[in-house]
């Protein structure tokens, strides 16, 4: 497995989560095994073999088109002309699609990359034997929580359980998109699963975006439900969105 189906790879700021506004290098793997109805990034959902997008340079958002799928040791290279010298071990975000999906290219390339990068891995959380075989190899886990109502799929309330379990020690939060349809026993549920492992582990609220965005209000009470059950829950929008940047 020296090769792997990539989307883009571009350096940006981290736009979710807890990390917001850390410079990160992303790495979008084609590739998912869900739908979510609020999907932004439904060009990297299959595996299409359409050519990866790889940022030149960091002195400006253009790129280059490579070819699928990309071999390993290119990827390194795409991923290390992005790194801004001054930062003393950047961060390699792992995005998608669903990057646990490559599993087996992840536990070839991971080793190559963890000595001079942290690893950042952005996941569903529903493949907990991939999390369990490659967690030494991860530093941060973003989880996220998918509620059925938002999502428009069935739960995912055992996987997550699961999932979060296996994440044990790691620097893991789960984050929970939230629309104008989600329901509070959605959230309520999602806080119980978390909390089943560890209260301690930090949720962020994170609303859609566009037609799917709920009411400012459903935030607060969603939020103070979640209180209720969790130590630290959080409200943060996408910031790469306002920004308008990738």
């Given at each position: 497995?020296?090769?792997?189906?990539?989307?883009?790879?571009?350096?940006?700021?981290?736009?979710?989560?807890?990390?917001?506004?850390?410079?990160?290098?992303?790495?979008?793997?084609?590739?998912?095994?869900?739908r979510?109805?609020?999907?932004?990034?439904?060009?990297?959902?299959k595996t299409?073999?359409?050519a990866?997008?790889?940022?030149?340079?960091?002195?400006?958002?253009?790129a280059?088109?490579?070819?699928?799928?990309?071999?390993?040791?290119?990827?390194?290279?795409l991923?290390?002309?992005?790194?801004?010298?001054?930062?003393?071990?950047p961060?390699?975000?792992?995005?998608?699609?669903?990057?646990?999906?490559?599993?087996?290219f992840?536990?070839?390339?991971?080793?190559?990359m963890?000595?001079?990068?942290?690893?950042?891995?952005?996941?569903?959380?529903i493949?907990?034997?991939?999390?369990?075989?490659?967690?030494?190899?991860?530093?941060?886990?973003?989880?996220d929580?998918?509620?059925?109502?938002?999502?428009?799929?069935?739960?995912?309330?055992?996987?997550?359980?699961?999932?979060?379990?296996?994440?044990?020690?790691?620097?893991?939060?789960?984050?929970?998109?939230?629309?104008?349809?989600?329901?509070?026993?959605d959230?309520?549920?999602?806080?119980?699963?978390?909390?089943?492992?560890?209260p301690?582990?930090p949720?962020?609220?994170?609303?859609?975006?566009?037609?799917?965005?709920?009411?400012?209000?459903?935030?607060?009470?969603?939020?103070?439900?979640?209180?209720n059950?969790?130590?630290?829950?959080?409200?943060?929008?996408?910031?790469?969105?306002?920004?308008?940047?990738?």
């Amino acid at each position: 497995m020296n090769y792997v189906f990539i989307d883009e790879i571009f350096s940006s700021i981290q736009g979710e989560g807890p990390h917001i506004g850390e410079r990160h290098i992303f790495v979008r793997f084609q590739g998912c095994d869900i739908r979510c109805r609020y999907c932004d990034t439904p060009a990297a959902i299959k595996t299409a073999g359409a050519a990866c997008r790889a940022q030149k340079t960091t002195a400006s958002f253009d790129a280059e088109q490579v070819p699928n799928p990309v071999a390993a040791d290119l990827l390194v290279s795409l991923c290390r002309r992005l790194v801004i010298r001054s930062v003393a071990r950047p961060v390699l975000s792992l995005t998608g699609g669903e990057p646990l999906l490559q599993q087996r290219f992840l536990a070839e390339w991971l080793p190559l990359m963890r000595p001079a990068f942290r690893i950042y891995l952005e996941t569903n959380g529903i493949q907990a034997m991939a999390l369990k075989e490659l967690a030494g190899l991860v530093d941060v886990v973003s989880m996220d929580i998918k509620l059925p109502s938002a999502t428009g799929l069935r739960p995912f309330w055992d996987e997550h359980q699961r999932f979060l379990a296996a994440a044990a020690g790691k620097d893991c939060f789960a984050k929970a998109v939230v629309t104008k349809d989600t329901l509070q026993k959605d959230m309520v549920r999602a806080a119980e699963v978390i909390a089943g492992v560890d209260p301690a582990i930090p949720l962020i609220i994170q609303p859609a975006s566009g037609v799917y965005a709920p009411i400012p209000a459903m935030l607060l009470e969603f939020q103070e439900m979640a209180m209720n059950i969790l130590d630290d829950v959080r409200v943060i929008p996408q910031a790469h969105n306002m920004l308008q940047v990738p």
